[in-house]
């Protein structure tokens, strides 16, 4: 997940700056990141709603809806799935000193914390947008960034 999502990221962020479908090799080739990889995470965000993929000679990825309403919560979930990041298997019931189970009738202090944490990062994740991506792009970056990848994604390859 962590290579993929942050290449997904990067990806969605520079499609705000293109009106026409993108292929995955381009945006590939401007990330200086695997090519097959890469088309995997397209795709998976394809299967998610959140971009569209176009076959053909003209065809690539275009983002499906404005990016101040793809949430990075719904990226990460394209990704790696709805699911928890961590998973209690109640280790603690295991191995010579195992608790027993009678005595695990609420989660342990790791799984409580894990919860809570998991809580957390999801509302973070949920709250910021594609578009506030864009924004700290440009803050960071200089506003001519947009424009420049926009330009790039554009030109013939080669």
């Known amino acids: 997940m962590p290579g993929g999502v942050e290449w997904a990221l ?3 962020v520079v499609l705000t700056t293109s009106s026409e479908p993108v292929p995955a090799a381009r945006l590939a080739e401007l990330h200086d ?3 097959s ?8 965000l394809a299967r998610a709603g959140l971009v569209h993929s176009t076959q053909g000679k003209s065809g690539g990825y275009a983002l499906t809806r404005g990016p101040e309403s793809i ?6 979930e394209a990704l790696a799935g709805p699911g928890p990041a961590f998973v ?14 009678a005595a695990c009738a609420t989660p342990c202090g790791i799984a409580r914390a894990m919860a809570t ?3 957390a990062w999801r509302r973070a994740l ?3 947008t594609i578009a506030d991506l864009v924004r700290d792009v440009d803050a960071n970056h200089g506003p001519d960034i947009m424009t ?5 994604l554009g030109a013939p390859s080669g």
């Open 148 to 152: 420049a990848y926009g330009t790039w």
């Open 33 to 35: 990141v695997s090519a």
């Open 71 to 76: 949430t990075l919560l719904d990226v990460v």
């Open 37 to 44: 990889y890469l088309a995997k995470q397209l795709q998976a």
């Open 117 to 119: 944490a998991e809580t």
């Open 126 to 128: 949920a709250a910021t």
């Open 88 to 101: 209690c298997t109640e280790i603690r019931q295991r191995g010579p000193l195992a608790t027993p189970a």
């Open 10 to 12: 990067h990806c969605c």
